[in-house]
């Protein structure tokens, strides 16, 4: 376990100062923080201001802590050259988690612009491990669309809808308030404040049902204007982009992505996938479902290539100045 030395802690005058000068803050929806460059440091140093608005003693004690923990946690992603300056903000809300994830999306400063990744292929083609490699490596929000189509069958089923009575699915659907839990870099859909565990999205239940109600106009428009707002909130959170993974990304959803990929593999090696993963729904039958469209995408068959090689094949074309790995 890392410990803070001494020196990481920024307390003369003249540092502050120096860091006040030459770049700007970011705003954090709770905290501002400054980054900048300091080629004599060996470790990474960090300060933490609270002003009076933020509460009495206790509570600003309570917030200093936060950040002493969370640079403490993280320091190793952190780049060492370089100091850190953290000031708090009236109506702050402690929460660890939160503040930890805005905290390293900010300090991840190699990033220039934002950066969009769509990944589209067929089942049981790598997308989701591809797209969760490339998110954590490069501190994207990851986001896995496929998932999404499964909570929201997992809501109409519970609701009473089936495949067959689906006729009045738009008004319920309208009804559900969907909004977004982080998990690190991932971002997971939850509808009325539910986030759904793996064994309920992966459930025989689902399975037999997602495919059918993924082909319903009105779940794929209210679930693709969904999809698209959280381009915004990946911006607003700091991160150095979005890799978004699922059917029709790159010509439905992320037309406009900055990098369009599109995986395929031979249907023995998907089905051979899908029963070591332990699911039970059916490549065929899911193929038989889907229609893409490659759209200038670069297209990997990932039959006979590890996960490794795949992600360095999208590397290869990743625009170099826009994105370098996180610490």
């Not at 803050?25 to 900048?36: D, E, I, M, S």
């Not at 009575?165 to 839990?181: A, M, Y």
Request: with cysteine; aromatic share 10%.
């Amino acid at each position: 376990m890392m410990r803070l030395e001494k020196c990481q802690r920024i307390k003369l005058r003249n540092d502050f100062e120096r860091l006040r000068q030459g770049c700007a803050f970011k705003n954090a929806f709770g905290f501002f923080c400054k980054v900048k460059e300091n080629l004599n440091n060996i470790l990474p140093r960090f300060a933490v201001i609270v002003s009076k608005k933020i509460g009495k003693a206790h509570e600003r004690n309570a917030v200093k802590r936060l950040f002493r923990e969370i640079f403490r946690q993280e320091q190793q992603q952190l780049n060492p050259k370089y100091d850190y300056l953290i000031v708090a903000r009236p109506g702050i809300i402690p929460n660890f988690y939160q503040l930890k994830e805005k905290f390293l999306n900010m300090c991840a400063i190699n990033h220039k612009t934002f950066l969009s990744i769509a990944i589209d292929g067929t089942a049981a083609s790598g997308k989701s491990s591809t797209a969760y490699t490339l998110a954590k490596k490069y501190r994207l929000l990851n986001v896995n669309t496929g998932d999404h189509y499964r909570t929201l069958t997992f809501f109409l089923l519970k609701n009473g809808f089936t495949t067959t009575n689906w006729q009045r699915i738009e008004n319920c659907i309208q009804k559900f308030s969907l909004d977004t839990q982080f998990d690190g870099t991932s971002a997971h859909l939850t509808i009325d404040g539910i986030c759904l565990q793996h064994d309920d999205l992966r459930s025989e239940w689902v399975n037999n049902n997602v495919a059918i109600f993924a082909q319903i106009p009105q779940i794929r428009q209210r679930l693709r204007a969904y999809q698209q707002d959280l381009v915004s909130l990946a911006k607003k959170f700091y991160f150095a982009g979005i890799v978004m993974e699922g059917r029709d990304i790159a010509t439905h959803v992320l037309p406009e992505a900055d990098v369009k990929i599109f995986l395929t593999a031979d249907s023995e090696v998907r089905e051979d996938r899908r029963r070591k993963e332990g699911e039970k729904d059916s490549i065929a039958q899911r193929d038989s479902f889907d229609v893409h469209s490659e759209n200038n995408a670069l297209i990997i068959d990932t039959t006979c290539l590890t996960l490794q090689a795949v992600v360095e094949r999208i590397e290869q074309v990743l625009p170099s100045i826009n994105l370098a790995p996180f610490q």
